[in-house]
């Protein structure tokens, strides 16, 4: 008789899961919204999940690092405050990772404006502020002004002076705030140099080191060790100019300027 065709396989389902990326395996189920702002065409954006995805998790590792005093001011809800608080008393790398897993499906599960609050404090704390307490729309001006200041932008650079008129009780003078800008600008094309030359080092470690036939990958015995390299972060006078542009953005606040 005649030839039955043969049925196509069906394609083997993928071990990611669609609705949201998640922090380890142990933590897969139904119990996350519908609709992810991270989809697209029913597709996750993998790239924006990924970089969304170590952003918490960094997040996390800092919030399980922090002493009690700090965490006791950083506003959170209750559950993930209670995990952190489990998180550092755990010794068991296995056992932590865990927890620490759990605790950035948590902050995933919040609403930006939830967030916000947690990150800025963590920033704060970094950068050696302190704890302030801000406002988001008093934080995103400064953040603002700081990018466009430092982009060399003049009209922003007229619009705070102007708002420093309102106030007499500044630590800092104008030319101060200038001198800043200056620094941190060139505080960025130097971070900005120290992730290009990076970068490029391990492109060249890359492209030197040799494929064995089974796949494995064997660095070039030029390469060398690329030693300890010089972190990339913002510098003093960058947490400084936003520190001041703070100021000016509660005072601007304040009188309904913003």
């Known amino acids: 008789g005649p030839a039955v065709p043969r049925a196509i396989p069906k394609k083997a389902a993928s071990t990611y899961d669609s609705v949201r990326l998640r922090a380890s395996d142990e933590f897969k189920g139904g119990d996350d919204d519908d609709e992810d702002p991270l989809m697209h065409m029913g597709r996750p954006n993998r790239t924006a999940l990924k970089r969304l995805m170590l952003e918490y998790k960094e997040l996390t590792k800092v919030l399980c690092e922090l002493p009690k005093s700090s965490l006791n001011k950083i506003p959170m809800p209750d559950h993930i405050r209670d995990e952190v608080y489990a998180t550092v008393k755990i010794s068991s790398n296995i056992a932590r990772k865990r927890s620490e897993g759990l605790i950035t499906k948590y902050l995933r599960g919040l609403d930006d404006d939830e967030v916000l609050p947690i990150q800025r404090a963590v920033e704060n704390l970094q950068s050696g502020v302190g704890l302030l307490s801000v406002t988001p729309e008093v934080e995103e001006a400064a953040t603002r002004w700081r990018e466009l200041l430092m982009a060399g932008d003049k009209e922003t650079q007229s619009a705070v002076f102007e708002l420093m008129q309102q106030s007499d009780s500044w630590k800092f003078t104008r030319q101060e705030l200038g001198q800043l800008v200056t620094s941190a600008t060139r505080e960025k094309g130097e971070a900005d140099a120290v992730r290009a030359g990076a970068a490029a080092a391990k492109e060249a470690l890359e492209a030197a080191a040799t494929v064995m036939a089974d796949g494995t990958v ?41």
């Not at 030029?222 to 703070?246: D, F, Q, Y």
Request: positive net charge; glycine residues 18%.
């Open 218 to 258: 064997v660095p070039s015995a030029k390469g060398g060790t690329t030693g300890k390299r010089k972190k990339a972060g913002a510098g003093k006078s960058t947490k400084t100019l936003l520190k001041h542009l703070r100021s000016i953005a509660e005072v601007a606040s304040g009188k309904g300027l913003l």
